[in-house]
């Protein structure tokens, strides 16, 4: 599978900034990436498809305007959470898919743990 | 709505035994599966997978089974280690490279 590369690991902010976390394929041009949000002892939840060169596609009930994502090249995708609230303080996950073989595989990156003071 | 289901929250195995974990899903759209192990603060990493035109895939020590019939698959990992102690997902995706759905997850507690 791909080689993912997520920055920063941890980020601690104040409430009512923005936060921005990226996520890089270094060894595969991904058209597309995958956002996942992880609560404490929870599911890893998916918030949107990164597409690139385009709109991403958000899950129901994931706020666009607070999630800004932009794929701008096919080896880096952002996440932006903007007006961070504490709500917001969650693990996130970039999630690239490429080949193995003759199935799909799903890189992850090393997650990007957020808390909003 | 929960489309891919683990109900067992968790698991203890001694070293040496078999774990097995569970894992049901509801969509039928789904065509490949895949297992991944995770430790806290940390992303997945990738275990095994099955496509659904399988019924079985074996890597190592670990071995996926999967029931289309029931909507069903399972982990088998033998001989467990310490090392495996950690929290397990089942994940599923339709056609191809699509998004995962992930369970809720298992952890896995290997004492000696």
């Known amino acids: 599978g791909a080689v993912v590369s997520q920055h920063p690991s941890r980020v601690i902010c104040k409430s009512g900034t923005s936060v921005k976390i990226e996520c890089r394929s270094l060894d595969f041009q991904a058209t597309t990436m995958f956002w996942y949000r992880q609560f404490p002892k929870q599911s890893l939840m998916l918030m949107a498809t990164s597409n690139e060169g385009s709109k991403a596609t958000y899950e129901q009930g994931v706020e666009k305007d607070k999630f800004l994502i932009n794929h701008a090249s096919l080896t880096l995708s952002t996440l932006t959470v903007t007006s961070a609230h504490p709500e917001d303080s969650s693990f996130y996950i970039c999630?690239?898919?490429?080949?193995?073989?003759?199935?799909?595989?799903?890189?992850f990156g090393s997650g990007t743990r957020l808390t909003v003071v | 709505d929960q489309q891919v289901k683990q109900n067992s929250p968790s698991l203890s195995v001694q070293e040496g035994r078999i774990s097995i974990l569970n894992c049901d899903y509801t969509n039928s759209m789904f065509d490949y599966f895949l297992w991944y192990k995770k430790y806290p603060a940390e992303g997945p990493t990738f275990l095994i997978s099955?496509?659904?035109?399988?019924d079985k895939n074996e890597d190592g020590r670990f071995t996926v089974f999967l029931n289309k019939s029931a909507k069903h698959l399972s982990l088998h990992i033998v001989p467990s280690q310490p090392g495996d102690s950690a929290v397990y997902f089942c994940a599923a995706s339709a056609q191809g490279w699509g998004k995962l759905q992930f369970g809720a997850g298992t952890q896995v507690v290997v004492t000696p």
């Open positions: 099955i496509s659904s035109i399988k």
């Open positions: 999630s690239v898919p490429s080949l193995l073989g003759q199935g799909a595989s799903y890189t």
